[in-house]
């Protein structure tokens, strides 16, 4: 109620314009971490000053802003780019207002999602809520292992790996960490082929963007995310590695990125070369994600994770309605600005 209130009050441009405010200081000290982490060669005080511009111009936060390499881009380059604000925006937009109760529902809890879709997420899923000891001690024996997540964290954070065969105190404590918080608690999904010989530690999956402009469904672009090691996450902003698909034909087309810009022909820790191979069970991913993103057609823009399983089966893994853009912008170096804000604009016009 408060939120409605604020918004009917507070123009749309003054909202932005005090978000950055409030949000400076935090962002600043993440600044100076990503700056150490990169080792940029130009000096710390440019680069902060040049990004203090970019945030309250573009609403560029740190991770944008090297991401999108920003320190070698004057502001109208900059000024291309989705930047984290401008994702906000663009969500609110599409995704927030004036949306029916129940698709903001099904979007807004992971277990509510999980049960529109099961007949997509092929795995069984846990929930931590009045979860006991023993249903979920006999689920981790009848799965050998499990993959436990926070219900609200991104980017990868607080998933880890349990096994059946781990320290009996270490299985506890798990369990009475996240007993009193909301978890999920899944089978394991098991990949053959491609997409486990790139990384068999970690469970490879694929970033289809979808906008649905005025009924017409329409996939945006599409992403291949590996990790790198035993880590169970591919996240880019985890240490993963992100690759353009051709969305026509499934084909990988450009090389490994990470989060810091490097580019790879091969993956560092596999040697496996990806550019030119075609993932497996592509047309079906493709027909997947359109059909889930009409079951929440008033939810203009979805961002789905999936993916391909044994026996080229697809799995969906989630759906986010505020999917980040460094995956699709970053590979090419390419902002996506003005063709959002030009699809946001037909959006609206055929609302009306």
């Given at each position: 109620m408060l939120r409605k209130i604020y918004r009917a009050i507070v123009p749309l441009c003054l909202h932005h314009i005090l978000r950055r405010l409030y949000t400076f200081p935090s962002q600043a000290e993440t600044f100076?971490?990503?700056?150490d982490e990169r080792g940029i060669k130009y000096s710390f005080t440019f680069l902060f000053l040049d990004w203090a511009v970019s945030h309250f111009?573009?609403?560029?936060?740190p991770d944008d802003y090297f991401a999108y390499r920003f320190y070698?881009?004057?502001?109208?380059?900059k000024s291309q780019f989705v930047t984290e604000d401008r994702l906000r925006f663009l969500n609110y937009c599409l995704n927030l207002r004036d949306k029916p109760e129940e698709e903001l529902r099904i979007m807004g809890s992971k277990s509510v999602f999980d049960e529109t879709f099961m007949d997509y997420t092929k795995r069984r899923i846990m929930y931590?809520?009045?979860?006991?000891?023993?249903?979920?001690?006999e689920f981790l024996r009848e799965m050998g292992h499990v993959i436990i997540k926070p219900s609200s964290s991104g980017a990868g954070k607080g998933i880890y790996i349990l096994r059946a065969d781990d320290d009996e105190s270490?299985?506890?404590?798990?369990?009475?960490?996240f007993a009193s918080r909301k978890h999920i608690i899944e089978e394991v999904l098991e990949q053959d082929g491609l997409l486990r010989e790139v990384n068999p530690g970690t469970l490879n999956t694929i970033r289809i963007n979808v906008l649905n402009i005025n009924g017409r469904y329409e996939i945006q672009n599409a992403a291949l995310r590996t990790g790198q090691g035993s880590r169970p996450v591919d996240n880019i902003s985890a240490g993963g590695l992100v690759s353009a698909i051709d969305v026509e034909t499934g084909t990988v087309v450009s090389l490994f990125c990470d989060k810091l810009g490097r580019r790879l022909l091969r993956h560092p820790l596999t040697g496996t070369m990806l550019i030119g191979r075609k993932i497996?069970?592509?047309?079906?991913?493709?027909a997947i994600v359109l059909e889930g993103a009409r079951r929440i057609s008033s939810i203009y823009y979805t961002a789905w994770d999936l993916a391909v399983i044994k026996n080229e089966e697809v799995a969906v893994i989630e759906c986010n309605t505020g999917g980040g853009f460094i995956n699709q912008q970053s590979i090419e170096q390419v902002g996506l600005w003005k063709h959002y804000r030009e699809c946001l604009k037909e959006i609206q016009s055929g609302r009306n």
């Open positions: 100076r971490k990503c700056y111009v573009v609403g560029a936060s070698e881009k004057n502001l109208r380059g931590s809520e009045n979860l006991s000891w023993e249903s979920f001690r270490e299985i506890a404590r798990a369990y009475n960490s497996p069970a592509w047309e079906k991913a493709k």
